[in-house]
């Protein structure tokens, strides 16, 4: 079970690589941070606070912290993955540890995800293009994809990225 425990270490890390050369080459495309920030504030892409209680609104401060919640009590306190690796832990006070830095590394990996999302917002606005709109793209889940190989052709970085999204999807 210790293999498992730190292949799941060496996959987090790749994953972070990937989506850190992302944002990294994304905002200097960009021009800077603030210049992301101000892009997407313009289109109108960052609201923060949201509580309207209408539950047809796709995201509001509600939905996100009880849906959140939800969904994070069930990965991390019935999963049965996740409890067959506490398990394996020789202590409680282990487990408890392992749960923290698990924490910790998803919080990290999910707000890079969502600087990633800024970041090809504020390229493509900036360019004035829509990859999706000129056909250039078939969905919007390639345009991740799409954007590796605009941004970063350099040679292994493709494969890196290939690496993020297959550590991704093994955990």
Known sequence: MKAVIWTDVFQSFIMLAGILSIVIQGTLKVGSLSNVWEINKKWERIKFFNFDTDPRVRHTFWNMVIGSALAWFGTYGI????????????????????????MIGVFVLVTLTCIAGLVLFAYYAAQQCDPLGQKLVDNANQLVPYFVMETLGYPGIPGLFIACLFSGALR
């Open 79 to 102: 999963s049965q993955a996740s409890v067959q690796r506490y398990s394996s832990l020789p202590t409680l006070n282990n487990a408890r540890i392992s749960i923290l830095l698990n």
